[in-house]
């Protein structure tokens, strides 16, 4: 059984097409699909009723955040495999069968990603290195374009060839598909991401720790999905640049080893400058009462 994992938040009309593009599909695996609405006030959950009786609804008691909403998903999903999905996708026919196929075939692969198509049909970039101290200043130097091919592109990779199938150390989340025995080696299958990385990182932290214990990333060419890109986040922008700078500092907080950790003080630095500079001023980042109020505010 392959269980399909969608958190959403306020993005009721994406989902409607999301939902839509997966349940229209003839598919030969059994399918799950979970969707937990982070107390959204668009209607999203209402409308999930009414229109997707077949799928699970769970109803979150307030914007839990990216981690936490997939780890109800998580908690409740019964598959061999799990997909956790963006509600601002939609999947065209024979992907969700053909990924499934893809990493069963790729044994010493715990998860699998495809290539993502923007609105103007562009490719997005969607696959990233585990950050590294050299990478993360060649990005945030914009030195990681200039010398892609060294230890200051190792981070963004300008590099990575998305017309190639190939391992891939860290796609995002949008479409990322697991096996459950690989998990289950590196977490709590029912809670898998780390809620210290509320929206950003978590599932570059989750793939780190597979990375970690052996397992690979695979990245399939041949399969894309429609990404609209931001569904969620464009909403509070502000605070989410700011949330994605303070978990990058979480992250190496959390995995960095030995004099590394030395650098963790220049790392917080250049990143919470980076991120006063990109947000045009100071945030707390990601805080589930300050999403609900701006929404309630702008309503």
């Known amino acids: ?11 009721r009309e994406m989902l409607r097409a999301c939902l839509t593009s997966i349940v229209s599909k003839q598919v030969q695996i059994q399918l799950e699909i979970i969707v937990v609405d982070n107390a959204s006030h668009d209607g999203s959950a209402e409308m999930v009723e009414a229109e997707f009786p077949q799928i699970k609804l769970i109803r979150a008691p307030g914007n839990l955040g990216y981690a936490e909403g ?3 998903a998580f908690a409740a999903a019964k598959g061999s495999w799990l997909l956790t999905l963006n509600p601002d996708t939609e999947v065209p026919e024979g992907v969700l069968d053909s990924a499934v196929l893809t990493l069963a075939q790729h044994q010493n692969c715990a998860s699998l990603s495809v290539k993502f198509i923007g609105p103007e049909g562009e490719i997005q970039q969607s696959v990233r290195g585990f950050p590294s101290i050299p990478g993360i200043f060649g990005a945030l130097l914009r030195l990681d374009r200039r010398f892609p091919t060294t230890a200051l592109g190792d981070y963004t990779l300008p ?7 190939q391992f891939a150390p860290q796609p995002m989340g949008t479409f ?3 096996r459950r025995s690989a998990l289950e080696q590196v977490a709590d299958v029912s809670a898998p991401f780390d809620p210290q990385f509320p929206i ?11 990375s970690e214990a052996g397992w690979k990333c ?11 890109h931001g569904g969620s986040t464009r909403q509070v922008k502000k605070s989410m640049i700011w949330e994605s700078h303070l978990s990058l500092i979480r992250y190496f907080a959390k995995h960095l080893r030995g004099v590394d950790r030395l650098m963790l003080p220049l790392i917080s630095a250049a990143s ?8 045009k001023g100071t945030h707390a980042g990601f805080r589930p009462e300050y999403h609900d109020l701006q929404l309630e505010h702008a309503e």
Do not use: C
């Not at 059984?1 to 993005?11: D, K, Q």
């Not at 590099?159 to 199938?165: C, T, V």
């Not at 990182?201 to 720790?209: A, I, K, S, T």
């Not at 919470?272 to 947000?279: E, S, T």
């Open 159 to 165: 590099h990575f060839n998305y017309e190639r199938s």
């Open 176 to 178: 990322l598909l697991f």
């Open 70 to 72: 997939n780890n109800l």
């Open 1 to 11: 059984m392959l269980s399909i994992l969608i958190v959403n938040w306020n993005t």
């Open 218 to 228: 695979w990245y399939e060419a041949s399969l894309s999905i429609f990404h609209h």
């Open 200 to 210: 950003f990182f978590n599932e570059v932290d989750l793939l780190y720790r597979l």
């Open 272 to 279: 919470r400058g980076a991120a006063l500079v990109r947000a």
